[in-house]
């Protein structure tokens, strides 16, 4: 045993320098650099895990309650509001410098019991949706800079969806298109003239039916003078097929119509073997994913957030969506250690900061001139 040991020291030096150097920038300085916000969906609960804390500040400048200000944590009950897990998701960023995009205010999916099988009448339901809004947005008035106002609304097809909100049996909207989502983000404008109000989508990426939808949906509401600032693409990738070849045209019509683009819970789920371990080869076209989606946005001055639906394998929500068919989604391992993806997208970023140089001041002017017309 005691004669290998400096050979073992001798194969882990130099993997132990390769690591903190590729460490020396971190991606949230990576990011800062070229103005880019770089984000994680968060779960509160875990704010007292040292490495999940530690790796946080470290890394994000921006967090998203995981599911913390969803409707059934917010209104469990009709008219009793419970902020207390959001609330330590905003308290624990302004504590790191870090800002918190809220997520979501109405959404056809994960509502409390109470409200999806309420048989409320239209008009209870406009006025259950217009005091859940305005209260959720009122209480975190100056503290979130950015609401999903709507979550998921189209499908594939580019049609909407038939939900509560829509039709089933809606606000008294139904049938009148997008009236609603414009309903909500009008109620949402009213609550906090500051924050910046998103539309947020999956399967949006690229140009497809469904971000045709909502470039028409989000065209119509910048000519009638509706408040909308931004269109949030998830970027959950299930396969190597799935990737957007057109992220960049997609970001560049959104922008063109004056709103922001952020990517909002990126994450690539491989498929695993029984053995529930990513092989390396997985890893390396995860880390190229991630690149990819990385530089696109980051040399896109309209693109002014890149977040992923949390940091570590350790928690995140694939393994559970796909009933352990995928897992390891994330940049970070299960315990805490950078992927190859990781790397690639803190490459990316410095890279666009050197063939793009004037990147920043591009996107500061761009998010200046979006927060000034609002809408
Ligand atoms: C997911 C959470 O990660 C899960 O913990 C929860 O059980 C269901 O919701 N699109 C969204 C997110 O907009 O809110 C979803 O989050 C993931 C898909």
Redesign the pocket.
Known sequence: MKDRKPLALFLVIPMFVAASTSAAQSLRQAAQDIGLMVGT?VKPALFSNPDYARTLVRQFNIVEA??EM?WTATEPTRGVFDFRAGDRVVQFAEAHDVKVRG??LLWGK?NPAWLEKGRFTPDQLRRIMKNHIQMVVRHYRGRVFAWDVV??AFDSEGHLRHTLWYDEPGIGLAGKGTAYIAQALRWAHEADPHALLFY?D?AADGINAKSDAIYEMVKDFKEQGFPINGVGL?M?VFDPEDVPSNLGGNIGRFTRLGVEVQIT?MDVALPLAGHGQASDSQLAWQAIIYRNIAKTCAENPGCTAFQM?GFTDRYS?IPAHTKGKRGAALIFDADYGPKPAYQAVVEAFQRVLKSHPQIKEERLRFERRVAAIGY
């Open positions: 969906a995981e599911n969803k997520h979501n994960y979550n998921e947020n999956f998830q959950h819970e639906w929500w």
